[in-house]
């Protein structure tokens, strides 16, 4: 039985393998064949070079550490600002991360304008002017200029938002 199935599995497989990407990925760029080899002079060591590209750029501190990391906020959250935008015309973007730990609780969360917020991970209890609301990942809402808002944890999953804020200047 195992060298029926070999025999009969043998010549497709064989196929397969040296027909290469071309004739099932239509992503290759015409390459043909299976993968071509790398010399050692193509590849681009990630040593010191690489950390102070990564330093220039402002992605990473010379030491190591995000640029932007997550600082206490809003009680037991964390927040950073991931981007911020003038548009030329009297407002601006800032889109924010925010980070709720298991079993922890944001209370008076108050923006600078209105936002709209994206549950990005974890589950909770949202509560906008006393109505209590329960959110989970892939849920998408509006807070009004001048609402705050409290957020609980009660799961055993951070909750990530990402909060894009739009600020008159």
């Known amino acids: 039985m195992a ?6 599995w043998s010549l497709p497989v064989a196929a397969l393998l040296t027909a290469g990407c071309s004739c099932f990925n239509p992503y290759c760029g015409g390459a043909t064949g299976l993968l071509s080899p790398v010399t050692l002079s193509e590849v681009e060591p990630a040593g010191p070079r690489f950390a102070a590209a990564q330093a220039t750029q402002g992605s990473v501190r010379a030491e ?3 640029a932007n990391p997550y600082a206490p906020a809003f009680g037991d959250a964390l927040a950073r600002e991931v981007y911020r935008a ?5 407002f601006r973007v800032e889109v924010r991360d925010v980070l709720v730990g298991p079993g ?5 969360i108050h923006l600078a304008g209105p936002a709209v917020v994206e549950v990005r991970s974890g589950a909770g209890r949202f509560t906008m002017d006393s109505t209590p609301t329960e959110r989970k990942t892939g849920a998408t809402f509006a807070l009004p200029e001048g ?3 409290d957020i609980e944890n009660p799961g055993v999953v951070p909750i990530t938002l990402r909060v894009q804020i739009i600020v008159a200047e």
Do not use: E, N
């Open 147 to 149: 609402q705050t808002l």
């Open 3 to 8: 060298d029926t199935f070999v025999t009969r």
């Open 104 to 108: 922890r609780k944001a209370s008076r």
């Open 86 to 90: 003038s548009s030329g015309s009297g």
């Open 64 to 66: 190591g550490q995000p």
